[in-house]
């Protein structure tokens, strides 16, 4: 790499060709102001703070001009440049704009760093006056210097384009979109104005927010899975503000609406403080002696009668260690391989599909080989909404030149901005995704080579893809054929194809048939392990979804994916154990709700996860709890499956407890309490060793420090990963097998790690789903998430994201609302073959005719009665992505 070499106050500084004179002077150890620079956002140069002296030449903005071999620059004697340019800045500001505190000021700071006051006889500005509409920003105009880093911040890292600079001269100012309220705007929240504001101009609502911060703890954020370093501000146990962290995040400074604001629901009054134990029918406060010794009680007595009574549905939004505890509670306390997690419902698919092709069941690339690829394929996803630093990620890559190909029913954000969207009907992903593979074959965009060397199953492929030509793909999903052809030739044709997808491609009847030929086309490309490429993708919904299934929370499988029916790996866990380990394979989520309805299951213990919200078929599930004599809930609220349970454990939030969780990308992160739980709040964690305890049991490891080391010590995957090594080093990727292991971004870089080394091609046919519409239930739904909430909701429904998205919606086409008699805003009622809902009509073109979509964020939408018990033949997902419904006016 070229380099330039210059002096910075008397010393030599080296610097990458291409650097700035802000670079140098930060490479010499010295900082400058610079007031209206982002490093993260394109430099306009406009607030002179950052002025240097160039021997010779004069003045020059540092953040602006490139370094030059020999140049001499002064920083330090320079300082009455900046000192000038900081006063002419102040001197249009009210006084007001000095006392905001310097941690979020940076004005402030500068200036208290340059002896910069306020004027004597201060000019007062005009009175441009207060946005105070948004529940999470507010603009205050008259701080306002119109440095446009939030204008470039919305545009370059959100990508939503909402803020603008309105006025003239010292008029100017940040506006949202037309000049009216911000709440009345498309901000979407995610704070990146606010993050960037130098001088609290933008900020968050709150009295809070104007005292000085007491502590700052780093933690990863608990609702997606993209995993997103958050620094938490707290005084007095009281969270004032989550910032996104920066430097060696995934989330590189950027976080979204939910992650960086929503963290109210921790003191909502509604919070469970109590533990509760069903008498007479009614739910009562208990103490937790007698709720921990009543539970413990009853599964002594199932242990001892018949093991296989008892399940745990474990927690993709617990910590690794409590996933660990769960699982282990389960196997060596109960002696039953009865625990599942919520996998199940999402990804579950994409571990055994991808564990059959590649030999791992996680993503096969780090996030941040996005930034090398020139073609994103893009499938069943609506990062945006769902996984929003994603999505806006991927939106940088496309605004940066990359080409985007998506596959997916609806007109999402992202697809409006894609080289091509192929739109299938819900359920026939398998044959696009043959229909894709027959054109790279057709086309001679197959890397042959690579085939030879790193893959077998080719010829049969090549046989069933005989009968997919893009004109028979188009009969099956509709997709126009001339688009498929595009497509395919377009990811064909990149240098560094990658593949994103998510729960459109997994919770189908064929999800496992999904993921395997989707990732036929990058070992067709060669673009994944060996060969150059980003890989296959999946953007795992739940912050710890990949931990709780890496932790072993699975019925056939340990921690670290070592099969239940691996004599080896059962002797290493019952060796650590001391217990024995069940060889069975346990129960699945929803063939523990089938055993419940049969009278077989004694007791269920579910750990975080409201099922009757969020599990399909909610009317089976709820006559699953009733029928089963025990059901335990952990949970923060009285959820509606804690409501319908014996005993309800009041437990900690991800903000409140220690441990890990393991991110989209395999990435093993920390997370720290920033904040005590309400006094008779315990975690997950104390839970589970309580109900041990009180079994007689000893579950061992007594910290979540204790439980990782306990996990690594049975799991070769983790060998490497000790809280003590990521407080130091940050995160790892899996597999980290030893303390020298760096952890592995990339997997497969010299062979594919099934046992012959090679990836399997899957020659899988396309079948049908298992809805259908007819006559009775002609329109199909599709289900998945809104950017303002999460899930069931728990959390984001107390929280201001209430008011940014009040209610669920049915959304339905503008042709078919018509052809309905309906419109915007009507009540309507949604029949199934299942259930039944009732609506709020929204009137849009991002659903083709003959479809809708709802979110399930609302229980009392009950959206998820109307979904099928219908499941993906391998792994029991459910086909939540299609369901057969009729829509009616409501009465
Ligand atoms: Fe260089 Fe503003 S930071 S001109």
Known sequence: MAVVKLVVDGRLVEVAAGATLLDAVRAAGLALPTLCHDDRLTTVASCRTCLVDITGRGPAAACSTLAEDGLRVAVEASRALRRDALRAIVAGLPTRALDVPADRSELARQCAGYGVTAPLGAVTPPE??????????????????????????????????????????????????????????????????????????????????????????????????????????????????????????????????????????????????????????????????????????????????DPGGFAVISSARATNEENYLAQKFARAVMGTNNVDNCARLCHAPSAAGLAATFGLGGGTNAFDDLDRCDVILLVGANPTAAHPVVGSRIFQRVMDGARLVVVDPRRTFLARHADVHLRPRPGTNVAVFNGLAHVLVREGLVDSAFLETHTNGYDELLGLLEDYPPERVAEISGVPAHDLVR????????????????????????????????????????????????????????????????????????????????????TRCAEAWRADVPSRPGLRIPQMFAAARDGALQALWVIGEDVLATDPDSASVRAALAACPLVICNDLFLSPTAAA???????????????????????????????????????????????????????????????????????????????????????LHWPCGSAVSPGTPRLYQD???????????????????????????????????????YNSGSMTRRTDNLVLLTDETIDVGPGDAAALGLHEGDTVRLDSRHGMAVLRLRITDEVEPGQVFAGFHFPGATVNSLTSAVEDEVTGCPEYKVTAVRISAHA
């Not at 949202?176 to 609502?205: I, R």
């Not at 396309?766 to 289900?783: I, K």
Request: charged letters at 20%; a neutral charge; one cysteine or more.
């Open 751 to 789: 062979r594919f790690a099934t046992p012959d080394g090679l990836a399997h091609l899957a020659a899988r046919p396309y079948l049908p789903p298992g809805e259908q519409c007819d006559a009775a239930y002609p329109y199909l739904l599709v289900t998945g998430r809104r950017a303002e909430h």
């Open 645 to 731: 349970a014996d005993v309800v454990f009041p437990v900690a939030a991800w903000l409140e407890k220690n441990g890990t969780f393991v991110n989209f990308d395999r990435r093993f992160q920390r997370v720290r309490a920033a904040v005590a739980p309400p006094a008779g709040v315990r975690t997950d964690f104390a839970v589970l060793h309580a109900v041990a305890a009180g079994m007689g049991a000893d579950l061992g490891c007594p910290t979540p420090e204790e439980a990782m080391a306990e996990c690594a010590s049975v799991a070769p995957l983790f060998g490497g990963i000790t809280h003590a090594r990521l407080d130091r080093d940050g995160p």
């Open 128 to 305: 441009r006056g207060l946005d105070h509409s948004h529940p999470y920003v507010k603009l205050d105009r008259d701080l306002c210097i119109a440095c446009g880093r939030c204008v470039r911040a919305c545009a370059e890292i959100q990508g939503t384009f909402v803020l603008t600079l309105t006025g003239r001269g010292a008029g100017t100012v940040v506006a949202p979109g037309t000049g009216g309220p911000w709440a009345e705007s498309d901000c979407v929240s995610c704070g990146a104005c606010v993050d960037t504001c130098p001088t609290g101009a933008l900020s968050e609502p709150g009295l809070l927010n104007m005292l000085p911060i007491e502590r700052q703890t780093r933690t990863t954020c608990g609702y997606c899975g993209v995993g997103c370093s958050l620094e938490v501000s707290t005084r007095d146990n009281v969270i004032m503000t989550v910032r996104p962290a920066g430097e060696g995040s995934v989330n590189r400074g950027h976080a979204c609406v939910k992650g960086r604001f929503a963290h109210g629901f921790l003191g909502s009054t509604d919070r469970l403080t109590t533990p509760l134990i069903r008498r007479n029918g009614t739910l009562a406060p208990a103490s937790w002696e007698a709720a921990t010794g009543y539970v413990a009680a009853r599964l002594a007595g199932i242990r001892d009668a």
């Open 487 to 570: 497509a395919a030739v377009m990811y064909g044709r990149a240098l560094v194809p990658a593949i994103f997808y998510g729960l459109g491609v997994t919770e189908h009847r064929h999800g496992t048939d999904g993921v395997r030929t989707l990732s036929n086309l990058a070992l067709l490309r060669g673009a994944v392990g060996p060969g150059t490429g980003g890989g296959v993708n999946p953007l795992r919904g739940q912050n710890n979804v990949q931990g709780a299934s890496d932790m072993g929370a699975l019925p056939d499988l340990l921690p670290g994916y070592q099969k239940i029916l691996d004599p080896a790996a059962r």
